[in-house]
């Protein structure tokens, strides 16, 4: 089901209208059959993969949460009665149990989502290098499979809350379909966010009240996103699709200006997605994770992805990043290395090494292909080059009397660091590793400046719906500029008197402009969407 649809609107009301109508303590159970139902119109064999996640991370969570209250029963029942070297013996053991079940569902769960979505790559690569040696393809290259919609969402997620429930983090829900639910969420499927097991199901399953106010603010949110998709992503992907994939044939000039409007382009598909979703949900009485905070208005690489996708980062900081940089194996490289090389190198390598882990399985997350390991890399490799020279940065600040909350500093910063995010989104979008690097080239080395706004925005047929669009994008500026200060729906009922009319009149025709994509569902499908 497209959510730039009719279809999709008629769905949302339809939930909305029985999920108030029935007793509070069934509304989840609305919203089950309301996720059965959304992934069963986007293709019956979906749900297949969400039942054996579902089933496996259940009995899963569960076997670990039995032997934890066994453990812990019998520990408080034999304690003073045994030996202490016979109480660590047991506990050894049942760890070994509860860690054989971990590692048993992750490597089911994650074993399905690298079949699907990286078997066909890694078959790719293994011919290859069979072929370059002289020898002939061994292995049938018949390995493309449609990736089930949603598994890198919904996998990561429900891995978590296995780990959760291993650490002791959180207990195991004893009830499957409140599990089934956790998986399934519909607004969630396909692009996240990637929630925390407890943050959810609280939203979930406590009992919901239709108020005015979360009904009309989450129909603005909606509306906004609508918005976001609709009149600046949609619009824009056709100057940005036909640039990459002709870039050869475009100035320098061009090239760059469609690269820009790819960051804004993406944006606008990405954080609109999450702002139909959670208005949806908004009107429901359930919260969702936020996935984006201002990303653009970002002074670094590092700052710029704690802002961006949030919810991926926060799962990689957990579940990846801290386990290795806090290692044993790690720590002690650490204090072998502030021995020998001092303080700063001991601290930063640690970190340093689990860095280039994340980067390399956030490319891979994104896409089988070397571009999405390159872009990964990149990232990671401006992340840590920052980390080591924070001593030089700041020695230099202080040599040149840099004020850091200056102004022009700060625009500067914010400036370089969306032209780097820039150049590093545009690597794997293009198609290959190889046409990446072809892009950038085009960008800095053919610089003929057309004099024809034709020649310069190939997309500019209509003066009027360009400015449309500049007036969209100043729109998301100003309204980013707002959310500095205080968020922008207290802003509004400050300035309702002022702004409230002028804007729902400003929407209403920019929308109307584009409304022949909602009626008749041409609406490009959303980036994030592949992934």
């Not at 919203?31 to 139902?37: D, I, K, Q, V, W």
């Not at 496996?56 to 003073?80: D, M, N, P, R």
């Not at 109480?87 to 079940?101: D, L, P, V």
């Not at 009904?215 to 036909?242: E, P």
């Amino acid at each position: 089901m497209n959510l730039i649809s009719v279809q999709f609107l008629l769905f949302c009301a339809i939930v909305v209208i029985v999920f108030y109508a029935v007793p509070k303590r069934f509304q989840w159970i609305v919203l089950l059959a309301a996720s059965l139902y959304f992934y069963w119109t986007s293709g019956n064999r979906n749900i297949l993969f969400v039942l054996i996640t579902s089933i496996s991370t259940y009995f899963a969570a569960c076997g670990i949460q039995k032997s934890l209250e066994y453990q812990k029963a019998w520990v408080k029942e034999h304690k003073g009665k045994i030996e202490k070297s016979q109480i660590k013996a047991f506990k050894e053991k049942c760890k070994k149990q509860q860690k054989t079940i971990l590692v048993l569902t992750l490597v089911l769960n994650f074993g399905l989502l690298c079949v699907f979505k990286y078997l066909h790559f890694a078959v790719e690569q293994i011919n290859q290098l069979i072929t370059s040696f002289g020898g002939a393809t061994a292995i049938p290259d018949a390995w493309s499979l449609i990736v089930p919609l949603g598994i890198s969402f919904y996998t990561f997620q429900t891995m978590g809350y296995l780990v959760d429930v291993y650490l002791k983090k959180t207990s195991a829900e004893t009830n499957y379909f409140k599990v089934l639910l956790f998986v399934s969420f519909f607004p969630q499927m396909t692009q996240g966010p990637i929630s925390n097991f407890k943050f959810l199901t609280t939203e979930l399953f406590k009992e919901h009240t239709f108020t005015y106010r979360q009904y009309s603010w989450g129909v603005q949110r909606m509306i906004w996103g609508f918005f976001k998709k609709i009149v600046i992503a949609d619009w824009m992907s056709v100057f940005v699709n036909d640039v990459f994939q002709n870039y050869p044939s475009y100035t320098g000039i061009t090239t760059l200006i469609g690269a820009f409007m790819y960051s804004v382009q993406i944006y606008a598909d990405f954080s609109g997605y999450m702002d139909i979703v959670c208005g949806f949900c908004e009107i429901l009485g359930i919260r969702l994770t936020e996935n984006f905070n201002r990303p653009y208005f970002s002074k670094s690489i590092a700052e710029y992805w704690r802002r961006w996708h949030i919810s991926l980062g926060a799962w990689f900081k957990t579940y990846i990043y801290y386990p290795i940089a806090l290692s044993k194996w790690n720590q002690k490289l650490g204090k072998r290395l502030r021995k020998v090389f001092g303080k700063k190198v001991g601290q930063t390598m640690p970190a340093s090494i689990a860095l280039v882990v994340v980067w390399l399985v956030t490319g891979l997350w994104h896409g089988a292909s070397w571009a999405y390991i390159a872009w990964g890399g990149v990232n990671g490799i401006f992340i840590i080059f920052s980390l080591w020279m924070e001593p030089v940065y700041d020695s230099w600040k202080r040599k040149l009397h840099i004020k850091e909350n200056s102004f022009y500093w700060r625009a500067f910063m914010t400036i370089r660091t969306f032209v780097l995010v820039t150049f590093i989104k545009v690597l794997p979008e293009v198609g290959s590793l190889q046409d990446g690097f072809g892009l950038w080239k085009q960008i800095f080395t053919n610089h003929v400046i057309p004099h024809d706004l034709h020649q310069l925005l190939p997309f500019a047929h209509s003066k009027f719906k360009l400015l449309a669009l500049a007036v969209s994008v100043l729109l998301i500026f100003i309204t980013s500029m707002i959310q500095r200060k205080q968020p922008i729906r207290q802003w509004l009922e400050d300035h309702t008197h002022y702004v409230t009319r002028l804007i729902l009149f400003a929407f209403a025709i920019i929308i109307i402009i584009h409304v022949e994509s909602l009626i008749s569902d041409v609406a490009g499908g959303f980036l994030y969407e592949q992934f």
